[in-house]
DNA sequence: AGTCGATGCCAACACCTGTTGGCAAACGTG
DNA sequence: CACGTTTGCCAACAGGTGTTGGCATCGACT
């Protein structure tokens, strides 16, 4: 497929989809608002992706590019997933999109579902003792980083949004590193 | 003040409402909906509570009855914090509401930040070693807890839902304790 | 019995939503 | 140049939203 006229128009569609979802929620972010951001009519919108759910799931599309753990040292896993993890969050706003989306959109929610599902879990698995705890294992990485990111990123609780990256990433290290590799 | 007769429908409409805004967030929360839950029209919605904005206020009006810290041996504080806060959650739709409204909701943001700074940090100032780490040790601890909450009861990660509450504080209980009273 | 406020429902408003179809201009190709 | 396709905008639809005002009914009190 070659390279067509309409792909900075798709390109700017999804640009401003993001940062409507990311500050606004699924319900409150429209097309026409996303439209204008964009400086293209709403119907392009509607030509170029179907409908609004198809938009989000465009929008939403992301990759955790979650490190090898094997290329790490065992006992630095915890903090260095947590920096990573932040890292990932502050540079983009499709995580904060869809995680503020997923609070009242199921098909949002799943797609966070899916999203510790398949890109989590593995890492998870390679890196805990017995892989059968993988599942709850990751589950709670997950609580940890979710509700850091939901403080400082949806919330905006003062304290945690203050915090510089590094401190977070060394308070919350050794509780993912707990979660990952404690006995039981 | 005597009890007048429209007091159930008050109570009704409130009682409706936290349960359209837990299950659906702010935006798709709808007074027609709620009205036709609780069995009225829904300009009564409106006349008792005025616009939507104050109803969810008053729906999202919310005690987390943390226990005094002092009758707490200061070892058992983490689990003891994180048993309570899974009940609290557990039996009360107020706080999913709440959580889910404010992920889209300034207002509701606001309110949870309120929430976290007038009920958490005084319980966690007393907790704590030094009263000036007090917000930045809420805070972690917020999202611990919050996190929590966000996998169990909003995204419904399978890993999360499934686990025992006994064992979720279990797990999660050190982490708060760590939090709470960790040097530095 | 008659009065007055409280309670409730109905119908409507103004506005906003996602979505659609048609029409004009621009483009690339023969 | 003429052709069909792509890109874009405009106008409109149908349905849903919060919100309002008017009108019937009920209850209590004089």
């Not at 799931?57 to 630095?76: G, N, Y």
Request: glycine content about 4%; charged content about 25%.
């Amino acid at each position: 497929m070659a390279e067509r006229r309409s792909d900075a128009t798709r390109a700017a569609i999804l640009v401003a989809a993001r940062e409507r979802f990311a500050s606004d929620g699924y319900e409150r972010a429209t097309i026409r608002a996303i439209a204008a951001d964009a400086d293209i009519d709403p119907s392009m919108v509607m030509r170029y992706y179907g409908n609004k759910e198809k938009l989000f799931a465009a929008a939403a599309e992301f990759d955790l590019q979650l490190p090898d753990v094997s290329a790490i040292p065992p006992d630095q896993l915890g903090a260095g997933l947590a920096r990573h993890f932040l890292n990932r969050w502050e540079g983009d706003d499709t995580l904060t999109a869809l995680l503020r989306a997923a609070a009242t959109n199921e098909a949002a929610a799943a797609r966070m579902r899916d999203l510790f599902g398949v890109q989590l879990l593995p890492v998870v698995a390679a890196a805990c003792p017995d892989p059968a705890d993988a599942p709850r294992r990751a589950g709670l990485v997950a609580t940890q980083m979710l509700g850091l990111a939901l403080c400082r990123f949806v919330l905006r609780l003062p304290p945690v949004v203050e915090m510089p990256a590094e401190e977070a990433a060394a308070w919350v290290g050794p509780t993912i590193q707990r979660y990952l590799t404690a006995p039981q």
